[in-house]
């Protein structure tokens, strides 16, 4: 992949100063791997001692082999999954309604001074409401159905992402700008060349930090307005007092967000590999 322009000569100068051994790489990412089982596995063999002494009632905290026993079961039922199809294709709409209005606020904040002027007091005092806080007045507007997910889902996405790609924009470095202009750049070739390529780390943070937003503001309006998805599951099984099913739910929504966002940490290693590249 091409080099961006602001890919200077002093970091290459500071990598030929300051060396990493490579063969010492394998074996670090092999430790960072080793240190993140001991938190987990310790809190997964409290809870099987708690669920096997009965520390706590069963009805209360039943034990992971019955948590995993029903897991299995509703995924061999199909009940599983078409509650992660559903709750999964809520997140994906709001997030790309979200994604789309971020990006398009941020840019504009971030190139105009003048924009930024007019919506950025605006902007902050909209961000500052949290989700739940805009449910009881969508609610009378739009109602409980699809609509009202989609719009809280992606406000929850837009505010991270409008806020990272303004303050990506803005945090181009002076140089970078000075030396297309040197060159006599065009517009398009500043924002294409210099200014986005520069902001786009900063800016591919907002949309994994929108991401998973929008995949907590869904499980929240799963749980407060929903008839299907997996935070209905949780209040399922929290009525019928069947904590089995809302710990299998749990971890279910647990595991899917962990997997989005390692998705687009590899996206951000194919977009961002050049950063290393140019190393």
Do not use: C
């Amino acid at each position: 992949m091409e080099q961006p322009l602001h890919i200077g000569l002093e970091h290459r100068a500071a990598v030929a100063r300051f060396p990493t051994p490579r063969w010492r790489l394998p074996h670090l990412a092999f430790g960072r791997w080793l240190l993140a089982w001991p938190v987990p596995l310790a809190v997964l063999a409290l809870w099987w001692l708690a669920a096997r002494h009965e520390w706590i009632a069963p009805q209360v905290l039943p034990s992971p082999e019955a948590v995993a026993l029903t897991l299995a079961e509703s995924a061999r039922s199909g009940e599983l999954w078409a509650n992660l199809q559903v709750s999964l294709l809520r997140v994906l709409g709001g997030f790309g309604v979200g994604l789309a209005g971020g990006l398009l606020l941020g840019v504009v904040m971030g190139l105009s001074p003048t924009v930024k002027d007019y919506l950025y007091p605006t902007f902050k005092a909209f961000s500052q409401v949290p989700v739940l806080g805009w449910l009881p007045l969508l609610m009378l507007l739009v109602g409980i159905d699809e609509a009202l997910k989609i719009i809280l889902i992606s406000k929850a996405a837009l505010v991270p992402i409008a806020l990272n790609t303004y303050k990506g924009i803005q945090g181009v470095p002076t140089r970078y700008i000075e030396v297309g202009r040197v060159l006599r750049f065009s517009r398009w070739q500043m924002l294409s060349r210099v200014v986005f390529p520069a902001a786009l780390a900063p800016i591919w943070n907002g949309v994994r930090y929108g991401l998973t937003h929008a995949w907590l503001a869904l499980v929240v309006v799963e749980l407060l307005a929903s008839s299907e998805g997996l935070g209905y599951m949780i209040v399922f099984g929290r009525q019928l007092f069947q904590l089995d099913v809302v710990l299998a739910a749990v971890v279910v929504v647990g595991a899917v967000g962990y997997l989005l966002d390692k998705l687009l940490a590899l996206v951000e290693q194919r977009l961002l590999g050049w950063r290393k590249e140019g190393l």
